[in-house]
């Protein structure tokens, strides 16, 4: 097998990984390939694609944001604490957008006026958001009323409304990445930031777009996490920065940035995500080998990047050739 075949497949891992999941689990338990448990799978898969939509953004610049689950943790203890002393759930989750806004903008300040490295900015900004969240729901778990609750199990025109947000984000994030000159300039960013910087392109400004965005996305998928499980914990959003990246880079995002797709990507690479963890439930799974899947899953996306790049660069330097010289006659 040629290097562009091993290639055209690596590009379609996503559809192979999730098609051999699928025929896995299917055969495993019949509960598995009910239209219920389907749905449910979709709906569930929402809060993660969210937030690995966010993750993209950064990723195709070439960094990464590890504050993601801190940032959901954080928007929704006060967003939560706001509806637990009444307060009205609209402005409660406004305030909980504001929270991702302002912690995407920290994130930015650091990484491009400080010049702080993206892993040890966002690192920081993971436990420094974990610590804020404790300190403000004092360690407890806040049980949200029914009308949060309800708002997840609500429907419009059919669709719940968590994948419906899933659904307009990533249709909104589509469009941006693929029709815009600010998309455009993104991609430009990641594949070679001082060839866009000399083309005109304000390198700084793209760069804090993104972690902004990937705020934003975070306190999003918080507020659709919160309206499935009711309740605010000491331990919302743990990890949850690795499932983003793990659901970017199983799309098709390349961690060295320049490259991937919000559509059909990222979505898809979250709804495999969500879809092993239904499946280990379905087939009632040691609670204790979750962990391992996980760690595989991130894994076998890291690596599958690495071989991609390394594939693409060999067949770039072969279609490199030098033009014969022809000799001219005197």
């Given amino acids: 097998m040629n290097r562009k075949s091993i290639l055209m497949l690596l590009n379609n891992a996503p559809l192979i990984l999730f ?3 699928f025929a896995v689990f299917g055969s ?9 448990n389907l749905a449910n799978i979709l709906v569930q ?5 969210i937030v690995a939509i966010g993750m993209t953004f950064v990723l195709l610049t070439a960094g990464v944001d590890l504050s993601v689950g801190s940032v959901m943790f954080v928007a929704v203890a006060v967003g939560g604490k706001m509806i637990f002393e009444g307060q009205p ?3 409660a989750f406004m305030a909980a957008l504001g929270v991702g806004l302002v912690g995407g903008a920290v994130n930015a300040f650091f990484i491009t006026r400080l010049r702080v490295v993206a892993f040890i900015a966002t690192l920081s900004m993971l436990f420094a958001g974990r610590g804020f969240g404790l300190w403000l729901t004092e360690t407890r778990a806040m049980n949200m009323p029914d009308g949060v609750t309800q708002l997840g199990a609500s429907a419009l025109l059919g669709v719940p409304l968590p994948m419906l947000a899933f659904i307009v984000v ?3 994030s589509h469009v941006v990445l693929s029709r815009t000159a600010f998309g455009l300039q993104i991609y430009a960013v990641g594949s070679d930031p001082e060839g866009a910087r000399k083309a005109g392109i304000n390198v700084t400004l793209i760069l804090g777009a993104v972690y ?5 996305c975070a ?24 499932t983003a990246i793990a659901a970017a880079v199983l799309g098709g995002t390349s961690l060295f940035g320049g490259r991937g797709s919000v559509f059909p990507g990222t ?3 979250a709804i495999l995500i969500q879809t092993v963890e239904n499946g280990l439930v379905i087939i009632n799974a040691d609670p204790y080998i979750y962990p391992l899947v996980t760690s595989g899953i991130i894994f076998l996306a890291v690596l599958l990047d690495s071989v991609r790049a390394r594939l693409l660069t060999e067949l770039n330097r072969r279609t490199i050739r030098v033009e014969p010289q022809v000799a001219v006659r005197r």
């Fill in 170 to 172: 990533g249709a909104i």
């Fill in 45 to 49: 898969s929402s809060a993660v694609g």
């Fill in 267 to 269: 979505a898809l690479g």
């Fill in 212 to 216: 902004i965005i990937s705020g934003y």
């Fill in 219 to 242: 306190a999003l998928s918080g507020l659709v996490s919160l309206t499935q499980t009711g309740a605010v914990s000491p331990t919302f959003g743990q990890q949850k920065e690795f």
């Fill in 89 to 91: 759930i609209p402005l």
């Fill in 19 to 21: 098609a051999a999941v």
């Fill in 28 to 36: 495993m338990s019949g509960k598995f390939i009910e239209p219920q």
